[in-house]
């Protein structure tokens, strides 16, 4: 069964401070993962995605680590801010797969 | 440049009635997809079409759930004799090219009383 395994379910970090989330993938057919934010009432909006022919991306205070071998990819959000507080999904697409296939999502708190 | 619409954005139904989401996907973009999403998880593909056409169904249950994708209009999910399990949010995301990148829309939130 696909599956991506995101941790950790919660994180409550400083402003000012590093937000890491992580995911893990089985499926090595996987070739495109994005990361979604989720404000409550709202629908999930695209963050920043990345191939697996890259090991980092970075746009503004958001990066996506990838590590092809480990079959595992991170979003880190640099000088985090209270307003980063969200649900942050990760998720995986490829392999004839039509859909999305999401993580359980991580609830982040910046604290002022 | 408007986004993913969907309406309505809250919808209640009793057990046995029938409810109906309607999405419009960004312009230009011809895939749409549907979602669910059950409270502290993460989304679920249903369903992927094209316009008339369904090209992936493999997330819908078997009975009750069907889309469709008109040539005119927007996509619509239906759900037939709703039960209290049916309650979430369902999600529209559409997408320019079919391959990766997917927008979403704000949702319809179904309550099954």
Known sequence: QQQVKQSPQSLIVQKGGISIINCAYENTAFDYFPWYQQFPGKGPALLIAIRPDVSEKKEGRFTISFNKSAKQFSLHIMDSQPGDSATYFCAAIGGGADGLTFGKGTHLIIQP | ?113
């Open chain 2, 1 to 113: 440049n408007a986004g993913v619409m969907q309406n309505p954005r809250h919808l209640v139904r009793r057990r046995g009635q029938e409810a109906r989401l309607r999405c419009s996907p960004m312009k230009g973009h011809s895939h749409v997809y549907w979602y669910r999403q059950l409270p502290e998880e993460g989304l679920k593909f249903m369903v992927y079409l094209q316009k008339e056409n369904i090209i992936d169904e493999s997330g819908m249950p078997k009975e009750r759930f069907s889309a469709e994708f008109p040539k005119e209009g927007p996509s619509i999910l239906r759900i037939q004799q709703v039960v209290r399990g049916d309650s979430a949010a369902y999600f529209c995301a559409s997408s320019p090219l079919g391959q990766g990148e997917q927008f979403f829309g704000p949702g319809t939130r179904l309550t099954v009383l």
